[in-house]
């Protein structure tokens, strides 16, 4: 029963680092970017992140620190896309892989770094309940920072001015042109937003999820986040509750290990990206159901008066 | 302000300048890189492109890290032309070393050298395989290639793990993580008598030849490449664009898994954690600034393969981690994209 409890506590955990990504992504793709740069955007903003907190002894100073790398990260991206009209995958890989190499390069000395103790979360009351308190109530913040983001993402996408122009900007950047908006400067800002929303993902796991520093650490979070926004059909709820249930799938294998089933490691370190597949699967099955949700535009460049 | 004016045409001349400049610009930046960390750029310089080019031995080390890069890039530059995303080439690379290993932990003393081909033809068809599951999942169920591949790896990654942690581990091996060193017999043939140059960089040549002549004179390449451009076009002519699917991902997982069966029977020798190195992802950008052009793939992956060996000169050498090989070529892939922009347009001043 304890344990299961734990299970669920340490799911949300590991769900809401991927759910924080997945709406950065989600914010783009609704633009009409795919920014395959997750990968090292996360990484660099890991390091970013684990530095700054290393020095200021922060935590919300690492946050910010994050934030700006992958903000600065995804502007680049941004411009050499929607400026230069480079291709987006290869951009974006691009990205991901000059993120993986400058993290590595530049986190050498924080190897061995080790963060400040941290204190234990609990709210007051609610934490007491038992099950219940151990399951939901002894968070981070952040995680219930994050469940408060998909609302405030669903109220701006679907109930402010500025988030339909954003999807219009996704879905036909034509018609956003002729009505007057600057499409191209609204998907540089939806960009950098999702940039820093990367990089607050990635702050989050070297600073609080696993707080230490490692070579390439986010070992394909920021993929998996990628295939979320599909799996979500780019809706914000089910991008936080895809991300729940595969920080269960992540977390299983540690329970399983726990209680000592007979399977060897890999094969449970391996779940999560498997998991991936099969659910990229499941959800592509049906095209039409794919195309119906997609913004229509994503992926394709937009060049005003070519 | 400056302004972006579509060319008429692309600029073939742009088309050749644009890796060139790429490569200065990440000369460039490596070079302020050098002096804000205090290194002294000459030296710097030197050690990614002269270094590896001074002596006999030196460019025989050069060839030995090209052949896998230009191997896996030939497979992609196909495999890109279609306008198929495989980036799960170094999960293939990987498939492939298994498979080859399988065959290699075989022999025996006694063994004759038809394991050679065997070995090799293992580490095709388990790259093949590799690839073929991001091909059917594609084509049976739409899946994306890109998030597929790049999934894969990981499970390939673990896949070797459980290998050589488990039922293939070394009993004599004091508990490392390894298989035993394969028998001499697997060994790919060198060239020649004191450098790792083997019949692997014979075998790549072959291909820059064969994926030319595929690519550039013969009817089912052609369709492969209209499938990549004008998919509208190609369904009008009738080239089935499942066809393409399935022959970009095989060709490209096929030549993957072969430059893995070449390195594990190769300069490894054995099956351990540490084969997976990142060439299927360092060719991605071999097979771009190659212009996707086997030719053109060819000095692209000499020139990667410089950034290899630069990085490991400048980790003993000048101090710097190994891994600035990383910073490097992504650097190059992003001043590449940067610098293609000119193909397509011109930089124009207009008010």
């Not at chain 1, 399951?135 to 998909?150: N, R």
Request: net charge positive; proline share 5%; glycine share 12%.
């Amino acid at each position: 029963m304890e344990s299961t409890a734990l299970l669920i506590a340490a799911s949300l955990n590991a769900g809401t680092v991927l759910a924080i990504a997945s709406l950065g992504l989600l914010i783009n793709e609704k633009a009409g970017i795919v920014n395959l740069g997750a990968e090292g955007m996360m990484l660099c903003a890991a390091l970013a992140g684990f530095a700054t907190v290393v020095h200021t002894g922060s935590t919300v100073a690492g946050f910010v620190a994050g934030m700006a790398a992958g903000a600065l990260l995804a502007a680049i991206f941004g411009a050499l896309v929607i400026w230069l009209n480079t291709n987006q995958y290869a951009t974006g890989l691009a990205l991901s892989l000059f993120g993986g190499g400058f993290s590595a390069f530049a986190g050498t000395s924080y190897v061995q770094a080790k963060l400040p103790e941290q204190s234990q979360f609990a709210i007051p009351l609610l934490a007491d309940i038992p099950f219940i308190g151990n399951a939901l109530f002894k968070h981070h913040p952040m995680v219930y920072v994050c469940a408060g983001l998909v609302f405030g993402l669903i109220w701006f996408l679907y109930r402010t001015r500025a988030g339909l122009v954003l999807r219009s900007v996704g879905e036909s950047p034509e018609s956003a042109h002729a009505l007057g908006y600057p499409v191209r400067r609204i998907r540089l800002l939806a960009v950098v937003a999702g940039g820093a929303l990367c990089g607050l993902a990635g702050a989050y796991v070297s600073t609080v999820y696993t707080p230490l520093w490692v070579e390439g650490m986010i070992a394909g979070k920021g993929w998996i986040a990628l295939a979320l926004t599909t799996f979500a059909t780019w809706r914000p709820a089910r991008v936080l509750l895809g991300a729940y249930l595969f920080g269960g799938v992540t977390m299983l294998q540690f329970h399983l290990q726990g209680m000592g089933v007979n399977v060897p490691s890999q094969f449970l370190t391996m779940m999560p990206y498997v998991a991936t597949i099969v659910v990229l699967v499941l959800i592509s099955r049906n095209p039409t159901w794919i195309r119906v949700n997609m913004p229509a535009s994503i992926g394709k460049p937009f060049y005003p008066g070519s | 302000m400056l302004r972006l004016e579509a060319r008429p045409q692309p600029s073939a001349r742009w088309g050749y300048a644009s890796p060139l400049l790429a490569l200065a610009i990440t000369v460039v930046i490596g070079v302020i890189l050098f002096a804000a960390l205090g290194k002294d750029p000459v030296r710097g310089l030197q050690v990614f492109f002269w270094e590896p080019i001074k002596s006999t031995y030196a460019l025989s080390e050069l060839m030995v890290k090209a052949t896998p890069l230009l191997i896996i890039a030939l497979g992609l530059a196909v495999c890109f032309r279609s306008n198929v995303w495989n980036i799960g080439a170094e999960g293939q690379y990987l498939i492939g070393a298994i498979f080859a290993s399988g065959v290699a932990l075989t022999a025996t003393k006694e063994t004759g050298a038809w394991i050679i081909p065997a070995v090799i033809l293992a580490g095709v068809l388990g790259g093949m395989l590799w690839a073929g599951i991001t091909a059917l999942l594609r084509d049976r169920f739409n899946a994306n290639e890109i998030l597929v591949s790049l999934m894969l790896v990981y499970v390939a990654i673990q896949v070797l793990n459980y290998l050589v942690y488990g039922p293939w581990k070394d009993p004599m091996g004091y508990n490392f993580p390894q298989t035993k060193t394969f028998e001499s017999v697997t060994q790919m043939p060198r060239l020649m008598q004191g450098s790792r140059v083997n019949i692997g960089l014979l075998i790549a040549l072959a291909g820059v030849a064969a994926v030319w002549v595929f690519l550039f004179r013969t009817y089912s390449g052609f369709a492969q490449q209209v499938g990549g451009l004008a998919p509208a076009a190609a369904r009008y002519a009738g080239f089935s664009s499942r066809k393409a699917l399935w022959i970009a991902l095989l060709t490209s997982g096929g030549a993957a898994g072969l430059a893995g069966a070449l390195e594990v029977a190769g300069p490894i020798g054995q099956l351990t954690p540490y084969v997976p190195a990142g060439y299927g992802f360092a060719a991605i950008i071999v097979a771009f600034v190659g212009r996707l052009h086997p030719v053109g793939i060819v000095f692209s992956a000499i020139l990667m393969s410089m950034f290899y060996i630069g990085g490991e000169l400048a980790q003993s050498r000048l101090g710097l981690p190994k891994s600035i090989t990383g910073v490097f070529q992504g650097l190059l892939l992003f001043a590449l994209l940067a610098c293609d922009t000119l193909i397509a347009y011109r930089v124009v001043w207009k008010k």
